[in-house]
């Protein structure tokens, strides 16, 4: 295994070369970002990277969703909003999408990935969390892939986990009960 340090936008080309990835190779990269900080062409790098081949590399995006709002608050006092929206959305209409309702944001991602990036799927699952008793969608997890059974694959994996047994507690010390 190789691990390699530094902003992964900056280093993504020292991976995508035969000699790391086989054009032939299944692969999958999961893109779990800080919010802003998956730029859109370090997204099209990894498409493009095996466009000839039958299947491109499987991505799994996280969109940022319930923080969304006061992460671009926060650009505003202090970052250039304009530097990081553009590098991270890809294209010069990024103030619509800081207009769009969240669930519209995630919609016109899903489309991008197989419009502007050509995969063949994009499906999105929102990836939830409870918080002050109220259950909340924190991101979106989006699957683009050209495979055709990677979205039944993942429809069930997901489905599996999001609706699993009830939750059971565990105890930090067994053998102190009873």
Known sequence: MNVFH???????????????????EATFCLLDQRTFECEWATVRRLADYKREADYKIELFYFL???WFERAIAGLKTGH????????????EDWPTMLSMSRWRRQEELKKRFQ???GYRYAD????YAVK?????IMYFMIHATDHDE????MKRS????????????LSLYPLDEG
């Open 124 to 127: 999105s699952w929102p990836i």
């Open 6 to 24: 530094g902003d992964f936008n900056r280093r993504v080309d020292d991976i995508l070369c035969p000699e790391k990835i086989k054009p032939t």
């Open 115 to 117: 419009e502007e990036l």
């Open 158 to 169: 997901y489905l599996k986990s999001v609706y699993r047994e009830p939750y059971k507690k």
């Open 132 to 136: 002050a008793r109220k259950t909340r």
């Open 80 to 91: 250039n909003l304009e530097r990081v929206c553009l590098a991270w959305w890809g294209r």
């Open 64 to 66: 940022p969703n319930w």
């Open 150 to 153: 990677a979205p039944k694959l």
